[in-house]
């Protein structure tokens, strides 16, 4: 007989699971305050969910406990399997379900970008991938290791390292050239051919290759050598030794040197980790490591929406994708692939001999980062259940808000949140705030419109935080809770104010106040419990901060010229880089600013009237 399973309030869902239509269709469970948390697709959407809520004995431990945590569900039928997998990926991008794998966007990882379209292109470090006919190579795993790659490139390989401005306009060849670091195309008659070379040499470079390259090299100098260029057959002896050091630092790890990715994953309880090892022309290249909440999915779901994902922003497709399961639809994933790369992509399940051994190597690599973070983990649940009851809270403050201000003499007033999901910083979940009915300076009013404009939204002000925090003192805490008391959210959440520590009074600490207590909390020999919310209120504050600077810069970028018809950006550009400085355009004659390509007569007389216009009295 089924055992059927309950939602948190003991409502029993299997009998809407059985209601379900024996069709494909995507599914969507929710926690008890209504949040997507999961969003899963299927061939057989009745099969799929009477296996979460009907099945008699679910043995997965992590399972059991993300079941528990489902209130309700919802499921969407489509025509077709692929219709279910496009709307699974577009209600994850949308919903970013804290149980499905949602890869980030990459914008903390580095890349390079080479312009091909350039003839002499340069290599750039770049945050964000962009479809704008430029190589990429990328993304690496830390910005010390792509600053190692481009200095590597500079010493060997003679890119230009100048920027598009610098280039255009130098006048003589740069340091670099004079130090055999560049070809000089700024200024020098350079044959475009040899650089196209050197730019396919870094290419190989980049990608791997480095077999290949080594190859051409090779090939090159014993030409030069022949034809008794010596010189250049020298140069490139030195490419290739600076080169095959590089190769000696690589692991070979498959001999028939194909291109693959090595795909490993395992979890326990509440998180996974997979583990990507890639491998090109047989060398282990890189290995990245990416860390999810544990899904109620089986493992072949898990893996199937990770490559999809993991592909969509990694466009060096690999020809094999070896994989720890097979995904439920591989077939589907291997043909989407195969049409992304116009080549055949095969994912296979390796049982023996090289293919075997690396994967148990990228198994390895995920099996440790998941102790690592199980053991972080582990030691913020401890430190969050100490501050709970440190200051008396009613549950563990697992998500935890912080606000702070930022302004000058009132001018370009904002606010930050910052949040604290299970003790570490979830910053898709930050948000800025322009203040916008305060005209003057006034910090508590500040923070009363904020926190207005974030609870007041009713059942979409969720998710609440277990813990609020204000940074500000008695002052600020006190407008908090009368803004909370009004809005009628009170109870909802626990809220503290933090003052900073008053130095000139011999005080030693910051101090935390909680509603209606006269003096701040004793932390004692719970003073990490302290420093861990001096280092959120920080947080706050350098968000806070950061954005008001940022307003400021942009505030700052604005010009005179701006204001006068029929000036845009471009000509405003060319008048500054003519002239240098609003100052200097002021001063010269209207024929001088009509001399500025791009600038007519009507327009040069319309800018010199409005700089030289006398100010109203």
């Known amino acids: ?16 699971a059985a209601q379900a239509a024996s069709a494909p269709g995507v599914y969507v469970m929710k926690d008890s305050d209504g949040q997507v948390i999961y969003v899963g697709k299927a061939a057989n959407l009745k099969k799929r969910l009477a296996s979460y809520f009907s099945r008699k ?9 993300l079941i528990g945590k489902i209130a309700s569900f919802d499921t969407i039928l489509t025509d077709t399997e692929n219709e279910a997998f496009i709307l699974e990926s577009t209600l994850i991008k949308k919903y970013k379900p804290r149980y499905n794998v949602v890869l980030k966007d990459d914008k903390r990882y580095p890349l390079l970008r080479m312009d091909i379209k350039n003839p002499f292109p340069v290599l750039t470090i770049v945050r ?3 479809d704008d006919g430029a190589l990429y190579f990328g993304p690496f795993s830390s910005p010390g290791s792509v600053r190692k790659t481009l200095k590597m490139i500079k ?10 401005s610098n280039f255009k306009n130098r006048k003589r060849p740069c340091l670099n050239y004079q130090m055999g670091l560049c070809y000089g195309p700024c200024c020098l008659d350079v044959d475009p051919e040899i650089y196209a070379g050197a730019v396919k040499e870094v290419t190989l470079f980049l990608e791997g290759r480095l077999p290949e390259l080594i190859r051409k090299l090779k090939a090159e100098m014993n030409t030069a050598s022949e034809r008794l260029e010596y010189e250049t057959a020298a140069a490139l002896r030195d490419k290739l030794f600076a080169v095959e050091k590089t190769l000696e630092k690589q692991a070979m790890v498959v001999r028939d040197q194909k291109d693959r990715d090595v795909i490993a994953l395992t979890g326990a309880y509440e998180s996974s980790v997979i583990s990507v090892l ?3 022309s047989g060398l282990l290249t890189d290995t990245r490591r990416f860390g999810f909440n544990a899904s109620p999915a089986p493992d072949h779901e898990i893996m199937g929406s990770f490559i999809r994902q993991y592909y969509e922003k990694t466009p060096s497709i690999p020809d094999e994708i070896l994989v720890s399961v097979i995904p439920e639809d591989a077939g589907t994933i291997s043909e989407h692939l195969t049409a992304l790369k116009g080549k055949k992509v095969s994912i296979l399940h390796p049982q023996r001999g090289e293919k075997s051994a690396i994967m148990k190597t990228a198994l390895k690599n995920a099996e ?3 102790e690592r973070r199980m053991i972080s983990a582990a030691r913020n649940q401890e430190l969050l259940e100490r501050l709970r009851r440190r200051l008396n809270m009613s549950r563990r403050p697992e998500r935890i808000e912080c606000f702070d201000n930022s302004n000058i003499s009132g001018t370009q007033a904002v606010s930050g949140m910052v949040v604290f999901q299970d003790g570490k910083p979830e910053k898709s979940s930050y948000r800025k705030y322009i203040i916008k009915t305060v005209p003057e300076q006034d910090d508590y009013a500040y923070m009363a419109e904020v926190l207005s404009r974030r609870f007041g939204k009713g059942e979409d002000s969720k998710p609440y935080p277990d813990l609020l925090m204000v940074d500000g003192g008695k002052g600020q805490l006190s407008i908090a809770v009368s803004v909370i008391r009004e809005l009628g959210v009170e109870g909802r959440f626990d809220i503290v104010g933090v003052a900073k520590k008053n130095t000139a009074g011999g005080e030693t600490a910051d101090k935390i106040y909680k509603p209606g207590m006269s003096n701040p909390i004793g932390f004692g020999r719970d003073a990490d419990l302290l420093l861990f919310l001096q280092r959120i209120r920080d947080e706050a504050h350098r968000f806070a901060i950061t954005f008001h600077r940022s307003r400021r810069r942009s505030a700052g970028k ?7 018809a029929g000036v845009g950006k471009k000509r405003k550009t060319v008048l500054i880089r003519r002239f240098g400085s609003i100052k200097r355009i002021k001063s010269a004659t209207v024929e001088e600013i009509a001399a500025v390509p791009g600038i007519s007569r009507p327009v040069a007389e319309t800018v010199h009237a409005a700089l030289n216009a006398p100010d109203p009295e």
């Open 57 to 65: 004995g679910v043995t997965d431990p992590k399972t059991v406990i």
């Open 1 to 16: 007989m089924n055992e059927a399973k309950t939602t948190p309030a003991g409502i029993d869902l299997s009998p809407q």
């Open 155 to 164: 010493h060997v390989f003679k890119l230009r390292q100048c920027k598009a």
């Open 368 to 370: 440790q980062e998941l």
């Open 128 to 130: 964000k991938r962009r």
């Open 278 to 280: 890639s491998v090109r």
């Open 558 to 564: 604005g010009s005179v010229l701006d204001s006068i």
